[in-house]
């Protein structure tokens, strides 16, 4: 999928964001070696920063078809939720995209991974489902920057087939739509746009 189809402008913050964080925040150099090792918190801390600042830029921004006060809407990183009324506590994403003190215009939850794991992904699809499912998030994205993206798309595959076994309420298929997987090899470079739909009709 190309960037300029991404149904929402947030969607397609993310994605500029993205190629704008440099490989150094993503492959750290280890001291007194020629190692270098990716570190997911270093990632998700810069590309943090990243969206905010393009999020400043887009003041008027158009949301869900109409204007919405920008300053309403922001990015949160890791909010725990202990003591959340409604959310269950279990559930700590690394970025939330939202309007605070209302379940209202929860637009987007994200996960990231910069490691090949197969846990941690099927624990973020875990998370991206329910947060979709059971709080009304309109978007779900999961970002993988690092080799293995062909592995990754596997176990993607692998998780929803056997999602009747998953301890969340399943997604309905009519939301696939509304899953974006962003794919980058590395940082600093376009990632691939896949909905899960896509990716689950990949033979």
Known sequence: MERQNLPSAYLELIYEAMVRVET?????KVAESDEEISRERVYCYELYHQMRMLQER???AHL?????????IVINGEIDKAGHPVINPNFNPDFVIHRQKIMDNNICVVEVKTNYSKPGITKDFGTITCMMNCYR???GVFI??????????????????NAAECKCEKLKKDRYKEVYIYLAYEAECAPEIFTLQEILEEN
């Open 137 to 139: 998030y309109e978007y």
């Open 58 to 60: 887009r003041n008027n």
């Open 144 to 161: 993988y920057v690092g080799e293995k993206t062909d592995c990754v798309k596997a176990v993607i595959r692998e998780y929803f087939l």
């Open 24 to 28: 150094r925040y993503c492959k750290i």
């Open 64 to 72: 869900y078809g109409k204007k919405v006060d920008e300053s309403q």
